[in-house]
């Protein structure tokens, strides 16, 4: 895909760096492994090294923590004071409750009632107050309110400044810790992640290729891209609810279609196998949005990866019991 000239603001490596110097001792330095087993070494040719940055063992299980506590670390006095406000299906939620407790301001999180009762208690056990709606859409309304009325800091799950330069430390450590890579490739919800990856990863190595990686059923980003501007989609359907922005947003998607190759789907029961497989080879347990990229690998990208040197961001694992050994069970046998 042509990468067309934009005017829009990015994440500069000088900021991405500052960033990480901010966030040093707060989050964790996220281990790489390198797959080699099972369907790696069954499916792909011998020539190909997979690599899976392990962020689901960042401070509470996912990367949004990185976003979450750059963001509160900005606001002033005043700020601070009246609290913070975020929207979420429970990731995020986690992540803000966390970083709210640890910077000594209150947070209210906007859920979905189909979030996983065990993000949900993973919110109170952070001191955040919880409040659930019938749907991301009405969590994010319900927290936009929330901004006017009680004049709280909106900390976003995936748009701004903050949020990127937050989530690009994943790919500076990245670069360091896996040199010459022919290709990242990064799960999309909101396209916070990728965004502040691929300006990592571009800036250092133009040559490496990054792709985002999407569900038929929340492909925001998917169609901005072909949209040419950020798109809306009318309902959320896949089981991978951590990538279930309803929504693309301008900054988000500027940053992304600057710097992100491509971005592919893959379908639910690709995101099963792919639980399966990492359960089963690598003994992790990742959530569906975490097995995004490893599903895209086995899947729409096998032909442009093989053979190549490829990293796969394994994104969280937020997940109650139940729902992994179905989603498993469901994957190991198709």
Same mark, same amino acid.
């Given at each position: 895909m042509d990468t067309p000239t934009f005017s829009s603001p990015y994440p500069s490596l000088d900021q991405l760096r500052r960033t990480a110097d901010r966030l040093h001792g707060k989050v964790l330095e996220t281990p790489v492994w390198r797959w080699q087993t099972g369907i790696v070494?069954?499916?792909?040719?011998?020539?190909?090294?997979?690599? /899976?940055?392990?962020?689901?063992?960042q401070r509470t299980g996912t990367f949004k923590l990185r976003g979450a506590l750059n963001s509160i670390g900005a606001m002033d006095a005043g700020a601070m004071?009246?609290?913070?406000?975020? =929207?979420?299906?429970?990731?995020?939620?986690?992540?803000? $409750?966390y970083a709210a407790k640890v910077a000594g301001t209150h947070a209210k999180v906007c859920m979905p009632r189909s979030a996983s009762p065990m993000r949900i208690a993973a919110?109170?056990?952070e001191g955040a107050q919880v409040l659930l709606v019938d749907?991301?859409?009405? $969590?994010?309304?319900? =927290?936009?309110?929330?901004?006017?009325?009680?004049?709280?800091?909106?900390?976003h799950p995936f748009d701004g400044p903050l949020t990127a330069e937050g989530t690009g430390t994943v790919g500076l450590e990245l670069m360091r810790q896996v040199p010459n890579l022919d290709a990242?490739?990064?799960?999309?919800?909101?396209?916070?992640?990728?965004?502040?990856? $691929?300006?990592?990863? #571009?800036?250092?190595?133009?040559?490496?290729?990054?792709?985002?990686?999407?569900?038929?059923?929340?492909?925001?980003?998917?169609?901005?891209?072909? =949209?040419?501007? !950020? $798109? #809306?989609l009318d309902k959320v359907d896949t089981i991978a609810d951590s990538l279930g922005a309803p929504y693309a947003l301008p900054y988000s998607y500027g940053v992304c279609r600057r710097f992100v190759d491509d971005i592919v789907r893959v379908w639910d029961e690709e995101l099963?196998?792919?639980?399966?497989? /990492?359960?089963?080879?690598? #003994?992790?347990?990742?959530? !569906?949005?975490?097995?995004?990229?490893?599903?895209?690998?086995?899947?729409?990208?096998?032909?442009?990866?093989?053979?190549?040197?490829?990293?796969?961001?394994?994104?969280?694992?937020n997940i109650d019991s139940q729902r992994f050994s179905e989603w498993v069970a469901r994957g190991a046998a198709t």
């Open positions: 070494e069954r499916a792909l040719a011998p020539s190909t090294e997979v690599w /899976l940055k392990l962020e689901l063992f004071a009246r609290g913070v406000v975020a =929207a979420s299906a429970g990731n995020h939620a986690i992540a803000v $409750a919110c109170e056990a749907s991301v859409h009405e $969590a994010f309304a319900l =927290a936009l309110r929330l901004v006017e009325e009680e004049r709280r800091t909106m900390i990242v490739v990064v799960p999309v919800g909101g396209g916070g992640l990728c965004a502040g990856i $691929a300006a990592a990863v #571009k800036q250092i190595n133009p040559d490496c290729l990054v792709f985002g990686i999407e569900p038929y059923g929340a492909d925001a980003m998917y169609r901005s891209f072909r =949209a040419g501007e !950020p $798109a #809306k099963c196998r792919a639980m399966a497989h /990492l359960y089963q080879d690598m #003994k992790l347990v990742a959530e !569906p949005a975490a097995a995004a990229a490893t599903a895209a690998l086995l899947g729409p990208l096998r032909s442009r990866l093989d053979g190549k040197r490829v990293a796969l961001v394994v994104c969280g694992s």
